[in-house]
């Protein structure tokens, strides 16, 4: 598992600290200066490194929300009653009084909350919450007004750079989360990928049915001509297919590959692949059950709904009720395909020790990567294996000169390197 912090640098301290207790996670640090350069960072880690999850302050996540994949889980870092409460505290240690003062960011509720609970007067408190259109200029400029307004002694900012024009002209303290709230959120967060990982692993199954047109024995060529298909798709080459006479085809895997497979439930090519290459009418169904077979009677719920509708098209019915659909055959599936290189992508295969389907799917996936490197616990991901077979895979590349060491993913002192590793599958391929 790995997750990414965003970070100033000023906070690393207390981000390691809180990370102390988080045990089998890889945390990719993007550390800042300055606001302007986050956007920057954050495309560079994604560029370089698959990341399960992501926790940010709600600055930093305006700086780059539109570039975060949406199957990322993100978390935004909130500043709970107990922060401010500290931070209180903290300037009563000093000799300050609580009141007044001039706090920034922190959600209205949370500040009304603890005015309520230490019996403060909530008129000696002037509260701006966080707005990311509000600019460093305009949030600075609240606080000298309310300095000058309420006669405020210092203020409490989450904003560093807000804190660094302040300084000289007035007392002012951070207003950080502590360890023992970031600590939660980064636990939370954990948890929350933990759960999607366990999610991704779960057997599903999918049953492909073709449309009832023409005679018994147009069905029959049509169904295998349907299994062909699917057999030389990448995408599928780690499935289990089979052909089930009258219930079309049935495909078993783990959700993680029909997720990838269709966009995460949005659309299937290997629809409009079927009305292309074969010209026949393909519905298909998913199911995700606690069983096999619980799975392939989902999978013929959702392909007897599919067949209602008037277009090729697919859904998704899982065992707690959630029915996705329909998904149409929008896009394209990947081009580079066992079919268009069979000469030459067999023999490779054969010297490698794996099969056709496989390595094309391994083509593939080197496709969509575009030159950027890849782990072998990320590639394991992508093909719906184990992590262990996909460091065999990886070993098994390496012998036979298709892929090349490309640096690590952990810069960070602390925790256990992995390596990154560049595929040249297509690159053999050409040569040949």
Known sequence: MVIGLVIHA????????????????????????????????????????????????????AKCRDLLPPDLLVAIL?????????????????????????????????????????????????????????????????????????????????????????????????????????RAQLHELALRVQSKQASALRFAAGVF????????????????????????????GDAWIENRGRRGVVVFAHQALFEQATSGWVSLPALGQAQETLGIRVVAGFGVGASARSCLHLAERAATRAEQEETPGAYLIEDSGVIIGPMGPAGSAVAFTYREHGVELEQLAGEVGLSAATLSRL??????????????????????????????????????????????????????????????????????
């Open 78 to 182: 909130r500043s709970a009653g107990l922060d401010l409460s500290l931070a209180l505290f903290k300037a009563l240690a000093r000799g300050w009084r609580p009141t007044p003062v001039s706090i920034d960011t922190y959600d209205a509720r949370t500040v009304d909350e603890v005015v309520q609970a230490l019996e403060l007067d909530p008129k000696q408190i002037s509260c701006l919450p966080y707005d990311p259109e509000q600019s460093v200029a305009e949030i600075v400029a609240f606080h000298h007004s309310a300095l000058t307004r309420t006669g405020a002694e210092y203020v409490i900012s989450l904003r560093t750079a807000v804190a660094a024009q302040l300084q000289g002209s007035t007392r002012v303290l951070g207003g950080l989360p502590g360890p023992a709230t970031l």
């Open 10 to 61: 000023s906070h690393r301290a207390v981000f390691e600290d809180a990370a102390r207790t988080l045990a089998g996670v890889t945390l990719e640090w993007v550390v800042y200066e300055h606001e302007d350069v986050v956007r920057r960072l954050v495309a560079g880690l994604l560029a370089r490194q698959h990341v399960d999850g992501l926790l940010l302050g709600p600055v930093p996540y």
């Open 209 to 236: 049915l073709v449309g009832k047109a023409g005679p018994q024995l147009d069905l029959d060529r049509a169904r295998v001509g349907l299994m062909n298909l699917l057999l030389n798709t990448p995408e599928f």
């Open 363 to 432: 083509a593939a996936i080197e496709r969509t990567l575009e030159g950027r490197a890849i782990s072998p616990s990320d590639l394991a991901s992508q093909l719906g294996i184990t992590d262990p077979s996909g460091r065999r895979l990886i070993r098994k590349l390496s012998d036979s000169g298709l892929v090349e060491v490309e640096g690590s993913t952990q810069l960070h002192r602390k925790g256990r390197p992995a390596r990154l590793y560049r595929l040249r599958i297509g690159t053999a391929i050409e040569a040949r």
